[in-house]
């Protein structure tokens, strides 16, 4: 069935460096790839998404391209803040997974100032 | 601006009552899921609705029941609360399936002693 792996956090980092966070799915068909973020006390809420290979969803300055050839989505951003401290989930829904959208276990990223 | 709000942010029970979770959207949406959240685990899904009195089983619907009656509010029911239910319940709803964007509310910390 359909699945979503992404690294292990916690992720620390210090204010203006580079984030990566590494996304890989399992899935029949063509998906499509989101990345939703949890800030304290919160709920989930859309960071992104890509719908088809090689689109690259964008926000707040996160970005992420959907790579087919290797089944992968990792979240990018060029300068974080301490703002952008909270938990990054990977997220997949497709057809042949009856719709359901499957969840990646969460990377909590620390910023510090 | 869209919003769905769970019935409380966090609840204790005693083992063996039953506890019902409430969850109103405003978006007029047609699906309304129901997760928990565990460290480490992600997001599970537990029961989803497509419509009005309809519903249908998640990954982990043992324990658990819901109910539809209306459009906008999906209520979780556990039976006779244990305290492996414990956790992190989040509601969410959605407009369509594939490529819809899930819009969720802030989450009910359940404790069951």
């Known amino acids: 069935g359909n699945s979503v792996t992404q690294m292990e956090g916690p992720v620390t980092l210090s204010e203006e460096a580079f984030l990566t966070i590494n996304c890989t799915y399992t899935?029949?068909?063509?998906?499509?790839l989101f990345w939703y973020v949890q800030y304290p006390g919160e709920g989930l809420q859309l960071l992104l998404k890509a719908t088809k290979a090689d689109d690259k969803g964008s926000n707040k300055g996160f970005e992420a391209t959907y790579r087919k050839e290797t089944t992968s989505f990792h979240l990018e951003k060029g300068s974080v803040q301490v703002s952008d401290s909270a938990v990054y989930f990977c997220?997949?829904?497709?057809?042949?997974?009856?719709?359901?959208?499957?969840f990646g276990a969460g990377t909590r990223l620390f910023v510090k100032a | 601006d869209v919003k769905v709000t769970q019935s409380s942010r966090y609840l204790v029970k005693r083992t063996g009552e039953k506890v019902f979770l409430e969850c109103v959207q405003d978006m007029d949406h047609e699906n309304m899921f129901w997760y928990r959240q565990d460290p480490g685990l992600g997001l599970r899904l537990i029961y989803f609705?497509?419509?009005?009195?309809?519903?249908e089983k998640g990954d982990i619907p043992e324990g658990y029941s819901v109910s539809r009656e209306k459009k906008e509010r999906f209520s979780l029911i556990l039976e006779s609360a244990s305290t492996n239910q414990t956790s992190m319940y989040l509601c969410?709803?959605?407009?369509?399936?594939?490529?819809?964007?899930?819009?969720f509310g802030p989450g009910t910390r359940l404790t069951v002693t």
């Open positions: 997220a997949l829904s497709g057809r042949t997974g009856g719709f359901k959208t499957i």
């Open positions: 899935a029949t068909g063509y998906p499509s």
């Open positions: 609705s497509y419509d009005v009195k309809m519903k």
């Open positions: 969410a709803s959605s407009l369509g399936q594939v490529a819809y964007e899930q819009y």
